[in-house]
T-cell receptor
Framework: DQQVKQNSPSLSVQEGRISILNCDYT??????FLWYKKYPAEGPTFLIS?????DKNEDGRFTVFLNKSAKHLSLHIVPSQPGDSAVYFC?????????????FGGGTRLMVKP | EAQVTQNPRYLITVTGKKLTVTCSQN?????MSWYRQDPGLGLRQIYY???????DKGDVPEGYKVSRKEKRNFPLILESPSPNQTSLYFC????????????FGSGTRLTVV
């Protein structure tokens, strides 16, 4: 059973609007969460992270929100740009994960239309 | 340029024929790891290495081997590939075990027929 889930395989947004990507997790031992972005034919690149002691972290146009009680995190991109079109993976880790292992969600493909 | 280099990018092979996917990083990172990506499942860790001669199993290690004889290199070995190992493979590195900001390679798409 997947411990990290991204229930929306794809999302389409108009340029300039907000993109909201969602991620749910089941393991309450996770205490660190990340978002990675992946373009075709490239490896994932680290985007933004958040520790479980926070509920929000912001970096430019990207903000990650964490709701521990709901075991839910989301990535907000404002304003969305065509260059943001990519697959986004959320990932989680915790002290119980040996070897620095990240548990990834299945990914959400974001398409930003000009 | 700081990077993780994987080779080959694409590989088609037959069942049972041993193969090696190479991975090299030029950032002097201690931690290296292999992941496989399958549709709907995200990335799953195969093996990791915390430093030279220190390797351990990840989430899905069956059918794979690794070695870490030098800090920069972390090859993935499939002794007897099977069709269920058809996947997209990524090598990743980070400064240390505590650093989750991985640098990923560009991926190796493997098809086993």
């Amino acid at each position: 059973d997947q411990q990290v889930k991204q229930n929306s395989p794809s999302l389409s947004v108009q340029e300039g609007r907000i993109s909201i990507l969602n991620c749910d997790y089941t393991n309450s031992m996770f205490d660190y969460f990340l978002w990675y972005k992946k373009y075709p034919a490239e490896g994932p690149t680290f985007l933004i992270s958040i520790s479980s002691i926070k509920d929000k972290n912001e970096d430019g146009r990207f903000t990650v929100f964490l709701n521990k009680s709901a075991k839910h995190l989301s990535l907000h991109i404002v304003p969305s740009q065509p260059g943001d079109s990519a697959v986004y993976f959320c990932a989680a880790s915790g002290r119980m994960n040996a070897g620095n292992m990240l548990t990834f969600g299945g990914g959400t493909r974001l398409m930003v239309k000009p | 340029e700081a990077q993780v280099t994987q080779n080959p990018r694409y590989l088609i092979t037959v069942t049972g024929k041993k193969l090696t996917v190479t991975c090299s990083q030029n950032m002097n990172h201690e931690y290296m790891s292999w992941y496989r990506q399958d549709p709907g499942l995200g990335l799953r860790q195969i093996y990791y290495s915390m430093n030279v001669e220190v390797t351990d199993k990840g989430d899905v290690p069956e059918g794979y081997k690794v070695s870490r004889k030098e800090k920069r290199n972390f090859p993935l070995i499939l002794e007897s590939p099977s069709p269920n190992q058809t996947s997209l493979y990524f090598c990743a590195s980070s400064l240390s075990l505590a650093d989750y900001g991985y640098t990923f390679g560009s991926g190796t798409r493997l098809t086993v027929v």
